[in-house]
């Protein structure tokens, strides 16, 4: 795979800056978090216990996690203050100073694909924001009494164990996880129900913030659901506040969100260079499955979209079980996660390597509106819905151009075509979820530090009528994700070539 590695480097020549620019940012981003503290902010009077615990440590794992830190680029410190202005949010929120504030974040359960056999399991993500902690059920707790400005947190995480431990692995416990995590007190979580039972009907008036809607731990639902049926408190929802605290990347966010979309690029150059007619979907969804693993990812972020020919105008086709053919497009739309943060990166390539006429009068159709699309971003800031009304506007104008759309219409008409073609939004907030602070709707003016998709396509199916015939049967996407900062938008997955010439010169390329 070294060689393929070095293609696609070599290949996309500014990727190669990239790298380089990322590698120093990195280190110099880790020198500052080593040595300064945020502005305002009190001496961290902190540190990571040594011993082996239920997660990697700096100790245990230096090759992953860099001293001091709790997980890897993000220190015990940004955990706090994250938990702080959580607290502060909520209760400015419900400005009533008689009133205690309970706010309850369960981590997610273990989930079974069949008796005993676990799915990979996967931290609920607003969970891991507040704590970095990757222990299935665990829950934490915060608690601000009224009249005070101060506030306890209280994380429940598994007693040590040893006959459980000698099945799953070490646990952090209890003793270790205050320390490890930073937080005033841990406790077992069997005592959970008693602890919220007690502080809620010792704390009247109270607000119970809980987010009840598709709980991330239904066993812990019921025990919330009678405390608030007991009327010991009333219930408020933490989510919204918190999803826009996510939405806003800190710049220890932004290294890891430049890390996993580098490994996501990398890793579609590598399925564009094995791709040739005869190849499988399948095939190409193992060789992406591969390199984003062989680069330090964890996983995919998601069923990757391995779709050859009329295939890919079923959005979501995710079955990559049919066999590539010569004169075929293939669409891919794949990420990585690592460190749980995601990227979410689509291309389109023909499949012998040389584009048709028509495929690449739709491709590089689709290129300019993306293209374009992102330079608004950065002109404008406007609101993903914007965006979308834009693509709309300026996909008409391009299909209109190239004969794919009658010339005789315009306006709202034309706008409603190109919508058929494109039936999705294009844009999404990214980061610890695929699709991101999901309660930050997509009217909100994009800001700095925001990390957003911009995915315009095409998909016109094999018996669209009302396209000429040359145009049919053939689905388009080119996704990149996006920084939006103060000055020009940062494309974090331009390594991942799309270019006509680029493409052309690396498809095949190491195809067997
Ligand atoms: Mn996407």
Request: with cysteine; proline share 6%.
């Amino acid at each position: 795979m070294t060689s393929l590695c070095k293609l696609a480097i070599n290949i996309a020549a500014r990727s190669r800056k990239r790298l380089f620019r990322q590698v120093v940012s990195k280190q110099q981003s880790r020198w500052n978090s080593t040595i300064e503290n945020p502005p305002g902010m009190k001496a961290p009077q902190m540190s990571i216990p040594q011993g082996i615990f239920g997660q990697a440590t700096c100790h245990t794992h230096p090759h992953l996690i860099q001293p001091g830190h709790l997980t890897c680029g993000i220190t015990q410190m940004e955990f706090k203050e994250r938990r702080e202005t959580l607290v502060n949010k909520l209760v400015s929120e419900m400005e009533n100073i008689h009133k205690s504030h309970i706010i309850v974040i369960p981590a997610a359960r273990k989930q079974y694909m069949s008796d005993k056999i676990p799915y990979v399991f996967r931290q609920n993500s607003d969970f891991y924001y507040l704590t970095g902690c990757l222990e299935p059920s665990a829950i934490l707790v915060m608690v601000k009494p009224a009249q005070t400005d101060a506030f306890k947190s209280v994380l429940f995480v598994h007693e040590k164990d040893s006959h459980a431990e000698l099945w799953e692995g070490p646990r952090t416990g209890c003793a270790a996880a205050a320390g490890l995590f930073a937080v005033d007190e841990a406790r077992p979580v069997d005592n959970f129900p008693g602890f919220i039972t007690k502080i809620t009907a010792s704390s009247k008036p109270s607000v119970l913030w809980y987010h009840g809607e598709s709980p991330a731990n239904p066993d812990l639902h019921d025990t919330i659901t009678s405390v608030v049926r007991a009327g010991h408190a009333a219930l408020g929802d933490p989510q919204r506040a918190l999803h826009f605290m996510r939405v806003h990347k800190s710049p220890a966010e932004i290294e890891l969100m430049k890390e996993t979309c580098y490994i996501g690029a990398h890793s579609m150059n590598m399925a564009m260079a094995m791709t040739k007619p005869g190849v499988s979907e399948h095939q190409v969804n193992a060789v992406l499955d591969y390199s984003c693993r062989q680069a330090g990812a964890e996983h995919l972020a998601f069923p990757p979209v391995v779709a050859g020919g009329s295939r890919a105008t079923h959005i979501h086709y995710v079955a990559n079980n049919q066999v590539l053919n010569d004169g075929d497009m293939l669409l891919v739309d794949s990420g990585s996660q690592r460190w749980l943060y995601n990227s979410d990166i689509s291309r389109t390539w023909p499949v012998s390597g040389q584009f048709s006429k028509y495929h690449r009068i739709l491709y590089e159709l689709v290129l300019t509106v993306q293209l374009r699309l992102i330079e608004i971003l950065g002109e404008h800031r406007p609101a993903l819905d914007q965006l979308f009304d834009s693509m709309c506007r300026l996909l008409g104008a391009q299909l209109q151009q190239e004969g794919v759309l009658p010339r005789n219409i315009d306006g709202s008409e034309l706008i409603g075509k190109a919508y058929r073609l494109c039936p999705h939004h294009v844009s999404h907030y990214l980061g610890l979820d695929v699709h991101d602070a999901p309660l930050v709707r997509r009217n909100v003016p994009v800001a700095p530090g925001m990390v957003v998709t911009v995915e315009p396509g095409i998909y016109i199916r094999p018996d669209d009528e009302s396209v000429p015939p040359e145009f049919r049967g053939v689905g388009i996407r080119i996704e990149d994700d996006v920084l939006v900062t103060e000055g020009a938008p940062l494309v974090l997955t331009d390594a991942a070539v799309k270019e006509v010439r680029d493409i052309e010169a690396i498809v095949g390329k190491h195809a067997q």
